[in-house]
Structure formats: structure tokens, C-alpha cells
């Protein structure tokens, strides 16, 4: 089982920049990918960005050159900055880890970007 945990949701102004982060915990295995989905109200939940250990990383067309993902596997850590927020980017973040055919979810973290 692993655990995770989402920090840095809030409300920012349209323009502005939020920090992500999901600490993973439980039974980890190293070669994992971790990324991060969201679900905008009344909308499927869509990938984000995810990044394989070691591998190259997957961003959704609507946030590349805006967000950025990193990850700090010592601390089995997964960051998501985000900049030049738009109100379209108002939804519900999901930490998500996968392993094999093995799947788990963060409880989410609220972002809205209003003005």
C-alpha cells in the first residue's frame, strides 16, 4: 500500500503561481512514475503531468511551458509548480503514483484561480 499526501492548493489571482507537492509513503518501489491528474466540475479527471523515475517527462498540451514537474526520490517527493495561472486551471489536484498495474491516489487539494 502506498499513501499519499497533497499540499499547496489554494486561491490565486489569474497570472499567478502555486507550488504543488505529494509526499509518498508505504511500500515504495523504486521504479515507479509519479504525476500529478486533475478534475475540473463536470469534467473527466485528466493527467497533468507525470514523470518515470529516471525517465522523461509528460505534460497535457493546455499547461506546457507553464508547469513544471520535479520529483525528489530520496524523499519520495513529487512537485508541481505552476505560473501564469489561468481560471481553466481551477479544478481538483491528484497526487498519483503507479507501479506495474498498480495505482494510488492523493485525497486532492483544491486550486482556484480567480480574480
Known amino acids: 500500500q502506498v499513501q499519499l499526501v497533497e499540499y499547496g492548493g489554494g486561491l490565486v489571482q489569474p497570472g499567478g503561481s502555486l507550488r504543488l507537492s505529494c509526499a509518498a509513503s508505504?511500500?515504495?518501489?523504486?521504479?515507479?512514475?509519479m504525476g500529478w491528474y486533475r478534475q475540473a466540475p463536470g469534467k473527466q479527471r485528466e493527467l497533468v503531468a507525470a514523470?518515470?523515475?529516471?525517465?522523461?517527462?509528460t505534460y497535457a498540451d493546455s499547461v506546457k511551458g507553464r508547469f513544471t514537474i520535479s520529483r525528489d526520490s530520496a524523499k519520495n517527493t513529487v512537485y508541481l509548480q505552476m505560473n501564469s495561472l489561468k481560471p481553466e486551471d481551477t479544478a481538483v489536484y491528484y497526487c498519483?503514483?503507479?507501479?506495474?498495474?498498480?495505482?494510488?491516489w492523493g485525497q486532492g487539494t483544491q486550486v482556484t484561480v480567480s480574480s
Open positions: 514523470m518515470p523515475r529516471g525517465g522523461s517527462t
Open positions: 498519483n503514483y503507479r507501479f506495474g498495474g498498480y495505482v494510488a
Open positions: 508505504g511500500s515504495i518501489f523504486n521504479i515507479n512514475t
